[in-house]
């Protein structure tokens, strides 16, 4: 009987060891799916990937936060498509397009761009979907964009996007030649510097180059520089320098500006700091 017992019992045991594995698996072969389905753009097969996978291991945050969060994004979709007031459309597609760049999913955030420039049509809107159409090496694009855009009402920005597309596209000395007629504003923050350091980079003017992306890195939030410094080390207009002790050197540069202790969330609700900086005093 005492055999018996055992045998039942460890029969049980590795039955519900089997089924744990097996749900784990399920879970982790859903979750990869839906990672795959996403970076197609594939929004509700993924969205049911997610959900299996969050079902099926209950106790895995991962699983349900990346659920709510593409969750989130479909719902927006959807609201984005009947959505009638500018304003309100404008913020809906601001929030979407954050998560496109975020998940570099670039054929959405095509589509995505062209409408906002569509409505839009400022130099925000066409700088937005220019460095959209570079990412994608759509450079003749970049072009034809941003050369459509009023005299008026391009940018430094606007105007930088222009020179790397051109360079790009075979016109390095038309880019040399626009190079001597940008200037960074006094306020430049660090994404405006950084897209100078990669013009300059682009017209092999390497030391501006190095002193302007060290000057980004050094205007970067410290929770902001990882990023900056990943993509410098595979962005294209730096592949000449990459390897230099000059750039090496540049790379190791630190932030000088202070993080806020704001929590960065979308809003002050659930802050710590609530009521007590700058940015939640003035909704007071």
């Keep these: 009987m005492l055999m018996q017992r055992t045998i039942i019992i460890l029969l049980a045991v590795t039955a519900l060891v089997i089924s744990t594995v097996a749900h784990a698996e399920t879970a982790v072969e859903s979750f990869a799916e839906g990672e795959k389905l996403l970076a197609k753009g594939e929004f509700d097969a993924a969205l049911q990937s997610f959900l299996t996978a969050a079902r099926t291991d209950k106790g895995n945050q991962e699983y349900t936060q990346r659920y ?3 969750r989130r994004i479909v719902d927006l979709r959807h609201r984005l498509d009947v959505e009638k007031k500018q304003q309100q459309w404008e913020y809906i597609a601001r929030a979407i397009r954050a998560f496109y760049v975020n998940e570099r999913i670039y054929t959405e955030l095509l589509k995505l761009d062209q409408a906002i420039h569509q409505r839009l049509n400022t130099a925000e809107s066409a700088a937005m979907l220019a460095e959209t159409q570079l990412a994608m090496d759509q450079n003749a694009s970049v072009v034809q964009t ?6 008026g009402k391009a940018t430094a920005t606007t105007q930088l996007l222009l020179g790397i597309a051109m360079v790009r596209t075979g016109k390095s000395d038309e ?3 626009l190079a001597e007629k940008i200037s960074l504003p006094k306020d430049a923050g660090p994404s405006v510097i950084y897209m100078a350091a990669r013009f300059r980079a682009v017209i092999e003017d390497s030391a501006k180059a190095m002193e302007l992306l060290k000057a980004c890195f050094e205007a970067t939030l410290p929770s902001q520089l990882d990023g900056f410094k990943s993509h410098a080390k595979t962005c294209p207009e730096f592949a000449a320098i990459v390897s230099t002790p000059e750039f090496a050197d540049v790379m190791k540069t630190a932030s000088k ?12 609700a659930g802050c710590p700091m609530r009521g007590k900086c700058p940015k939640s005093q003035g909704k007071q």
């Design 146 to 151: 941003l050369s459509a855009l009023e005299s």
């Design 68 to 70: 709510a969060i593409v």
């Design 175 to 177: 880019a040399r030649q």
């Design 257 to 268: 500006v202070p993080e806020s202790k704001c929590s960065g969330g979308s809003s002050c």
